[in-house]
């Protein structure tokens, strides 16, 4: 797999006043043979802008579908979500969860990566067939706790050189 994987971005991020979280779900338009190539542009931009604007998070690819946990500034998050709605490599976008938080969970990480994931796929896809409250509540608790545990059971990753936020 390429040297993108297990990338961090080491930055001090400024806490916003509202710091918010969002997990989204999307069915993914890149043809399976063009996948690793694509995913690795989408990972190594998304390392250097979520950075500059304070954005941490998670992202999951499971071959059709894509799983993304965000944290940061509220109107960062929007802005992001803004370009994902208008991106022709994402149809189908759930957000499954929103809300404010208190804490970060994903704080080392601009954007984590550990490569595609097929283990998850049927609980994203899960998620995309309109479950009951109950039913999505936890598959979106299950979904946000894998990213957690792909982030806090990691290798610290080698570093990558990125500009710092002020």
Known sequence: MADYLNQQEAVQIR???SLGSLLYISRSTIAPEEAEAVVAGIVATSVTRNAAVGLTGALLFTGTHFAQALEGDKAAIEDLMHRVTCDIR????????????????FDTWSMAYF????FVSRHVTRLLNDPSPAERRRAADWLGELLCEFTARRPFPTLIEQPSIP
């Open 90 to 105: 994402h149809d189908e976008i759930v957000i499954v969860e929103q809300g404010p938080l208190e804490q970060r969970r």
């Open 115 to 118: 490569g595609p994931s097929q």
């Open 15 to 17: 806490e916003p006043a």
